[in-house]
T-cell receptor
């Protein structure tokens, strides 16, 4: 079946540290990949996406590259801020029909000053 | 503010109660979704409505009953729930083109449900 696996959190970093959150997927076809972010007390917001192999999604200093050979979509940021503290979800969906997202379990990031 | 609102934000109910969760989207989208978010588990898709027609029921127990009277409103009617149903219930919407290109889903802030 189709699934998404994320590294377990929490991830605790100091401000300005480098961030990597690992995400790998299992899929029967060629999905589109997403990172969503959930700030405390809010719903999920789309952070970035990539729809085909070797695409790089980027937004707010975050980046992720769609790697078909390793079935991965790792999230990176060069210098995190306290305001980046949130839960990050990796997700996939397939073209065709409605948009049925399959999510990973989420990774909590805590950034300290 | 994403354009998707949910009420109430918090709800405590007994196992014999009947309550409803409401979701409204102000984005002109044609698809709406209910998700369940439990601690340490992936988000679970519960129901999908596309053009007001239910297109997905992800093996959800019948004590959860969705209703979509129009493309802007979505309800989740709850009755005789169990304590394990305590979770954050998220509503989302998207504009589906029919060509299959996956578009962004916009989420509401959720309703935190506690079943006692």
């Amino acid at each position: 079946g189709n699934s998404v696996t994320q590294m377990e959190g929490p991830v605790t970093l100091s401000e300005e540290a480098f961030l990597t959150i690992n995400c790998t997927y299992t899929a029967t076809g060629y999905p589109s990949l997403f990172w969503y972010v959930q700030y405390p007390g809010e719903g999920l917001q789309l952070l970035l996406k990539a729809t085909k192999a070797d695409d790089k999604g980027s937004n707010k200093g975050f980046e992720a590259t769609y790697r078909k050979e390793t079935t991965s979509f790792h999230l990176e940021k060069g210098s995190v801020q306290v305001s980046d503290s949130a839960v990050y979800f990796c997700a996939l969906t397939f073209s065709g029909g409605y948009n049925k997202l399959i999510f990973g379990a989420g990774t909590r990031l805590a950034v300290h000053p | 503010e994403t354009g998707v609102t949910q009420t109430p934000r918090h709800l405590v109910m007994g196992m014999t109660n009947k309550k409803s969760l409401k979701c409204e989207q102000h984005l002109g989208h044609n698809a709406m979704y209910w998700y369940k978010q439990s601690a340490k588990k992936p988000l679970e898709l519960m129901f999908v409505y596309n053009f007001k027609e239910q297109t997905e029921n992800n093996s959800v127990p019948s004590r959860f009953s969705p209703e979509c009277p129009n493309s802007s409103h979505l309800f989740l009617h709850l009755h005789t729930l169990q304590p394990e149903d305590s979770a954050l219930y998220l509503c989302a919407s998207s504009q589906e083109s029919g060509t299959g290109t996956p578009y962004e889903q916009y989420f509401g802030p959720g309703t935190r449900l506690t079943v006692t």
